[in-house]
């Protein structure tokens, strides 16, 4: 069973910053697309990034768009994504996901074959 590891949640406020963190042992990561998704309270699934395989490319959502970057380090084996200037309407639980394909599907929010078990991100006003 394949259980994606996220860290790095926490509460902060408007403006503040955080950086996820995504890894899972025994699964090297490098080789997929990897996904953030997040889920608010009362609202569905939304993708927020996605990062393909190697040197692929990087979709954001509208919402995060220059204040999220999402990277990988292969030889930590894990997927980043650094939240800057952030927002109310960014408390969620934020989730890494794949779909065991090397590109990604957009920022679809559903057809994946492994998740996380999320970590709670907080802003408060």
């Known amino acids: 069973q394949v259980q994606f590891e996220e860290s790095g949640g926490g509460s902060v406020q408007t403006g503040g910053s955080l950086r996820l963190s995504c890894t899972v042992p025994?699964?090297?990561?490098?080789?997929?697309?990897i996904a953030w998704l997040r889920q608010a309270p009362g609202k569905g699934r939304e993708g927020v990034s996605c990062?393909?395989?190697?040197?692929?490319?990087?979709y954001y959502a509208d919402s995060v768009k220059g204040r999220f970057t999402t990277s990988r380090d292969n030889a930590k084996n894990t997927v980043y994504l650094q939240m800057n200037s952030l927002k109310p309407e960014d408390t969620a639980v934020y989730y890494c996901?794949?779909?065991?394909?090397?590109?990604?599907?957009?920022?679809?929010?559903?057809?994946?074959?492994?998740w996380g078990q999320g970590t709670q991100v907080t802003v408060s006003s």
């Open positions: 025994g699964f090297t990561l490098d080789y997929y697309a």
């Open positions: 996901a794949t779909d065991t394909l090397s590109n990604c599907r957009g920022l679809s929010s559903s057809g994946y074959d492994f």
């Open positions: 990062i393909s395989s190697g040197e692929g490319r990087i």
